[in-house]
């Protein structure tokens, strides 16, 4: 392999990585309707191709304990969701909550008291949809 070659393979790499990240941190591509996970799944895609990574280096870089975890973390969240969950804690906050800084005391109360058993990945799966209910139904903006 001669160095022109190796400068070229790097070059891409770099270029293909900063494409990558700043796409996954613009959440889409203008113009193509590609989201975070097929951003991701086309970089890594293409630093296969270029031979930055082989395949089997690729596959052990996938972490498929941490997917199983998120995976069956969605799957409790969207029954919660289902089950009507967060419009009864909804409900429930919204009756006795009347100033963001009640609001605020009890979502730190009841993630910390969460936290305590669960995963934090797992509280903010099911904390984040539940304050964004409870601000919306506040009529308050959930983005902070």
Do not use: W
Not at 58 to 74: E, N, R, S
Not at 77 to 94: H, K, M, N, P, Y
Not at 96 to 115: D, M
């Amino acid at each position: 392999m001669n160095p022109a070659s190796l400068d070229l393979r790097t070059l891409a790499t770099v270029a293909i990585f900063v494409a990558t990240y700043a796409g996954v941190a613009l959440g889409r591509v203008p113009g193509l309707r590609i989201d975070r996970a097929g951003i991701s799944f086309v970089g890594a895609s293409l630093m296969i191709a270029f031979g930055t990574l082989s395949l089997e280096e690729a596959f052990k870089a996938v972490d498929l304990d941490a997917i199983a975890l998120l995976l069956g973390m969605m799957i409790i969240v969207a029954q919660l969701r289902v089950s009507g969950f967060f419009e009864l804690a909804t409900r429930f906050a919204t009756q006795r909550v009347h100033g963001p800084l009640v609001l605020l005391t009890a979502i730190v109360i009841v993630t910390g008291f969460f936290s305590s058993f669960l995963v934090n990945d797992a509280i903010c799966l099911v904390m984040a949809p539940l304050v964004i209910d409870v601000t919306r139904a506040l009529c308050r903006n959930p983005v902070p």
